[in-house]
């Protein structure tokens, strides 16, 4: 990893998850539940997940957040190390990232209005877009499809043990 990724899009990473995260800590509670019973309505389907997020409340919320970020800390160092498979590892988290802003996004287009998450999500897509442009650059298209395959995975799983250990360690 070259030092202008590791000073460009390395170091600001952690920074740029802080200032999203602290954005849905602080709305993410009080909105769901204004907005639970309209969005399962709205969206039927969806209404097990609403309920899920809607039990979250903002401890709860903040830490599993924390869980998140430690993860991305020690991904970061990895990193900084240049240990093996790190640009892989890093590359697979930082295009999670990406696609979870662009969920955000998607969510408020069909909510058609504010989400928790979204202006920051507007705030960071060119930082993301040009992570996403480093990374094309620097591994072939399938590589950047596996691992980002493998990352969003990794997203997947870790959120649920985040929101798991956050509704656990809140109700202590």
């Known amino acids: 990893m070259s030092a202008l990724a590791v000073l460009y899009l390395v170091l ?3 920074l740029a998850f802080i200032i999203h995260d602290v954005e849905e800590i602080a709305v993410q509670h009080r909105w769901m539940l204004a907005h639970r019973e309209a969005l399962a309505l709205r ?3 969806m209404k097990p997940m609403i309920e899920q997020l809607a039990q979250l409340n ?3 919320f903040a830490i599993a957040a924390f869980e998140e970020l430690v993860v991305l ?3 970061t160092a990895y990193a900084l190390l240049q240990e093996p498979y790190c640009m892989e590892v890093w590359a697979a988290l930082f295009m999670a990232f990406s696609i979870h802003l662009l969920v955000h996004v998607g969510q408020a287009i069909l909510v058609r209005g504010y989400v928790p998450g979204v202006a920051t999500s507007l705030l960071l897509l060119p930082f993301a877009g040009y992570g996403m442009w480093s990374i094309w650059l620097a591994m072939s298209g399938w590589e950047m499809l596996t691992w980002g395959v493998v990352g969003i995975i ?3 799983l870790n959120l649920r043990f985040a929101h ?4 656990k360690i809140s109700k202590i």
């Open 12 to 14: 600001p990473f952690p």
């Open 43 to 45: 969206f039927p389907k």
């Open 58 to 60: 903002t401890k709860a």
């Open 73 to 75: 800390l020690l991904t």
């Open 154 to 156: 990794i997203m997947v």
């Open 164 to 167: 798991w250990l956050g509704k």
